[in-house]
């Protein structure tokens, strides 16, 4: 799957060390898969969840961070529209639609 963008996890993990290698994991895993549908990522990424409108929550550094993912499947492409801390994620109004 092709991601938007690397640089926005590069810009949060330069801020926060400490996500840096689940971030990576994270990129290569998406990248080198070809997801069909959300029932597969979250089968692969067993701490995510579905949000809705196409959209995913990953836990990132053992639930430090969220990062929230937007999934084309059909054209095999995923931007992400959230990386953060729990708190927050938790201040997040509508999710569905960032």
Same mark, same amino acid.
């Given at each position: 799957?092709?991601?938007?963008?690397?640089?926005?996890?590069?810009?949060?993990?330069?801020? !926060?060390?400490?996500?840096?290698?689940?971030?990576?994991?994270?990129?290569?895993?998406?990248?080198?898969?070809?997801?069909?549908?959300?029932?597969?990522?979250?089968?692969?990424? !067993?701490?995510?969840?579905?949000?809705?409108?196409?959209?995913?929550?990953?836990?990132?550094?053992?639930n430090k961070y969220r990062?929230?993912?937007?999934?084309?499947?059909?054209?095999?492409?995923?931007?992400?529209?959230?990386?953060?801390?729990? !708190?927050?994620?938790? !201040?997040?109004?509508?999710?569905?639609?960032?």
């Amino acid at each position: 799957m092709r991601i938007f963008t690397r640089g926005t996890l590069r810009a949060f993990w330069d801020q !926060k060390a400490d996500a840096r290698p689940a971030l990576e994991f994270w990129y290569d895993a998406i990248e080198k898969n070809r997801f069909q549908n959300p029932n597969e990522v979250i089968s692969f990424f !067993k701490n995510a969840d579905t949000v809705g409108n196409g959209r995913i929550v990953f836990n990132i550094t053992h639930n430090k961070y969220r990062l929230v993912a937007k999934f084309e499947y059909e054209r095999q492409l995923v931007f992400v529209r959230f990386i953060g801390s729990h !708190k927050d994620y938790d !201040k997040i109004e509508d999710i569905k639609n960032i």
